[in-house]
């Protein structure tokens, strides 16, 4: 099993843009398919986007389309969030999860994955 590892949050004013990272180690990473969700306090944790195993294959959140582009480097061994225009609405810890047995259309908190610990992303009014 792979182990996800995010980074890249972080403070922004509304309009912004950050760049998450999901770096794993395991040489078979390239193997999963990979999702960003995100957790805003006094909610639930809910689906942002997904990344097939070869990057062929994206699906996004209603709430973030147009926004923000996944995207990723086998080479490297990592997943990337480009979240552009941010909201405060968007204010939440983000993880990633390495799944299996799963397409980015069919990606959920159910799905079986391997989880990181997650970033926060603040973004000021």
């Known amino acids: 099993q792979v182990q996800p590892v995010e980074s890249g949050g972080g403070l922004v004013q509304a309009g912004g843009s950050l760049r998450l990272s999901c770096a794993a180690s395991g040489r078979t990473f390239n193997s999963y398919t990979v999702g960003w969700f995100r957790q805003a306090p006094g909610k639930e944790r809910s689906f942002v986007a997904a990344?097939?195993?070869?990057?062929?294959?994206?699906y996004y959140g209603d709430s973030v389309k147009g926004r923000f582009t996944i995207s990723r480097d086998n080479l490297a061994n990592t997943v990337y969030l480009q979240m552009n225009s941010l909201k405060p609405e968007d204010t939440a810890v983000y993880y990633c999860?390495?799944?299996?047995?799963?397409?980015?259309?069919?990606?959920?908190?159910?799905?079986?994955?391997?989880w990181g610990q997650g970033t926060q992303v603040t973004v000021s009014s």
């Open positions: 999860a390495a799944a299996w047995a799963t397409t980015p259309h069919t990606m959920t908190i159910r799905s079986p994955a391997t």
């Open positions: 990344i097939s195993w070869n990057g062929g294959s994206t």
